[in-house]
């Protein structure tokens, strides 16, 4: 299985503030990466596929980018409804593997 | 807009089978080259595939979780069903079902069903 590993676990930024996460494969998956956002007690939502492709409806702040092994996701502007986990997840191989996550906070 | 909705029994016994059943709304299981997956999720943990199945029937299982799971299709009643056997309390989680775009992004997502394992 490819292990997919996130950091940090997580972070507390402000209101407007940059929030880079960052994802790795344990090997190459080119671009075939997704990033979703969990609310507490919801479902995950899908925000960007092939590494950088923002699905449609979702806000232009959020980013992602990246190849090979190593990939980044950004939030430009921090806002309170942001608070959640994000997850990655690589679909290069079966079985379909998910990073642990990060868990955004406000400060 | 496509909906999805789990629903199955909330308790399971430990060595019985887990079952569950994915209704979809909005639009026809049949339509368009989706997959439809099962995914699941231990409370404060992360999330675990489970596998999917397309709508001709083809399935695709974690081996983890192979030799204990079936996933199955009825186009007629536009659900997808999720059976696993042999089941302990480390199978307790929260069950999702969801859309599978192109095989493999999960674009649309069930609220989610807690399963408890316990005698």
Same mark, same amino acid.
């Given at each position: 299985?490819?292990?997919?590993?996130?950091?940090?676990?997580?972070?507390?930024?402000?209101?407007?503030?940059?929030?880079?996460?960052?994802?790795?494969?344990?090997?190459?998956?080119?671009?075939?990466?997704?990033?979703?956002?969990?609310?507490?007690?919801?479902?995950?939502?899908?925000?960007?596929?092939?590494?950088?492709?923002?699905?449609?409806?979702?806000?232009?702040?959020?980013?992602?980018?990246?190849?090979?092994?190593?990939?980044? =996701?950004?939030?430009?502007?921090?806002?309170?409804?942001?608070?959640?986990?994000? =997850?990655?997840?690589?679909?290069?191989?079966?079985?379909?593997? =998910?990073?642990?996550?990060?868990?955004?906070?406000?400060? | 807009?496509?909906?999805?909705?789990?629903?199955?029994?909330?308790?399971?016994?430990?060595?019985?089978?887990?079952?569950?059943?994915?209704?979809? @709304?909005? /639009?026809?299981? @049949?339509? /368009? @080259?989706? !997959?439809?997956?099962?995914?699941?999720?231990?409370?404060?943990?992360?999330?675990?595939?489970? /596998?999917?199945?397309?709508?001709?029937?083809?399935?695709? !299982?974690?081996? %983890?979780?192979? %030799?204990?799971?079936?996933?199955?299709? +009825?186009?007629?009643?536009?659900?997808? @069903?999720?059976?696993?056997?042999?089941?302990?309390?480390? +199978?307790?989680?929260? !069950?999702?079902?969801?859309?599978? +775009?192109?095989?493999?992004?999960? +674009? !649309?997502?069930?609220?989610?069903?807690?399963?408890?394992?316990?005698?």
């Amino acid at each position: 299985d490819v292990q997919m590993t996130q950091s940090p676990s997580s972070l507390s930024a402000s209101v407007g503030d940059r929030v880079t996460i960052t994802c790795q494969a344990s090997q190459d998956i080119s671009n075939y990466l997704n990033w979703y956002q969990q609310k507490p007690g919801k479902a995950p939502k899908l925000l960007i596929y092939d590494a950088s492709n923002l699905k449609t409806g979702v806000p232009s702040r959020f980013s992602g980018s990246g190849s090979g092994t190593d990939f980044t =996701f950004t939030i430009n502007s921090l806002q309170p409804e942001d608070v959640a986990t994000y =997850f990655c997840q690589q679909y290069e191989n079966l079985p379909f593997t =998910f990073g642990p996550g990060t868990n955004v906070d406000i400060k | 807009q496509v909906q999805l909705q789990e629903s199955g029994p909330g308790l399971v016994k430990p060595s019985q089978t887990l079952s569950l059943t994915c209704t979809v @709304s909005g /639009g026809s299981i @049949s339509s /368009g @080259s989706y !997959y439809w997956s099962w995914i699941r999720q231990p409370a404060g943990k992360g999330l675990e595939w489970i /596998g999917r199945i397309y709508t001709s029937g083809s399935t695709n !299982y974690n081996p %983890s979780l192979k %030799s204990r799971v079936t996933i199955s299709i +009825d186009t007629s009643k536009n659900q997808f @069903s999720l059976k696993l056997s042999s089941v302990t309390a480390a +199978d307790t989680a929260v !069950y999702y079902c969801a859309r599978t +775009d192109r095989g493999s992004n999960f +674009d !649309y997502w069930g609220k989610g069903t807690l399963v408890t394992v316990s005698s």
